[in-house]
């Protein structure tokens, strides 16, 4: 059972590249999102999805794009990759929110030049 | 602005000891309470979660306690065991507008020494 699966785990890019990150869930979830972890700021929502077609906003979603053409797979887009944006990014999904766990993947740690 | 603000930042126990991390919230909407548990290079998992009907949820050596008239609720590990040592997150959801929007606080780091 793989669960939510993220690729790559780790990528390094130059100022103003243009790189996605990939997300897929086997769980049939409806929800899904991007959370991106930097020290002493916790995790922050960058967007979410609560099935296929639909997606919002978070906290931080500037620089971000994202679509969700299946219920499976969820991709976040950098369109012109800034340093600011070096972290490491977290998808999760969810069979409900607001009360139903979310299942994380092991991440995927993002330098930027 | 950071809706859920978490302290410590870092927090050191001895085995055996309790250690306790705390959340305190704005959002009066918020209406659902959970704690996430990380280890290095992996992703959070959800340790216990909690609704503003109960002060308090006990699952094994794991206890919230929420109060809801000073928006705070914190984490009690009993017992603590090196093998708790990881980063400890609250976060909290609900309302009209934030329901589908799980925020988190800025983490604790502990460390159980044996």
């Known amino acids: 059972n793989a669960g939510v699966t993220q690729t790559p785990k780790f990528q390094v890019l130059k100022t103003g590249q243009s790189m996605t990150l990939q997300c897929a869930q086997d769980m049939n979830h409806e929800y899904m999102s991007w959370y991106r972890q930097d020290p002493g700021m916790g995790l922050r929502l960058i967007h979410y999805?609560?099935?296929?077609?639909?997606?919002d906003q978070g906290e931080v979603p500037n620089g971000y794009n994202v679509s969700r053409s299946t219920t499976e797979d969820f991709p976040l887009r950098l369109l012109s990759a800034a340093p600011s944006q070096t972290s490491v990014y977290f998808c999760a999904s969810s069979y409900w929110l607001p009360t139903g766990e979310l299942f994380f993947g092991e991440g995927s740690r993002l330098t930027v030049l | 602005q950071q809706q859920v603000k978490q302290s410590p930042q870092s927090l050191i126990v001895q085995k055996g000891g309790i250690s306790i991390i705390n959340c305190a919230y704005e959002?009066?909407?918020?209406?659902?309470f959970p704690w996430y548990q990380q280890f290095p290079g992996k992703g959070p998992a959800l340790l216990i979660a909690?609704?503003?009907?109960?002060s308090e949820k006990k699952e094994g050596r794991f206890t919230i306690s929420f109060n809801k008239s000073a928006k705070q609720f914190s984490l009690h590990i009993m017992d603590s065991q090196p093998g708790d040592s990881a980063t400890y997150f609250c976060a909290a959801s609900g309302g009209i507008q934030g329901a589908q929007k799980l925020v988190f606080g800025q983490g604790t780091r502990l460390t159980i020494n044996p």
């Open positions: 909690i609704r503003p009907d109960v």
């Open positions: 959002n009066t909407a918020f209406d659902y």
């Open positions: 999805s609560v099935g296929a077609g639909i997606t």
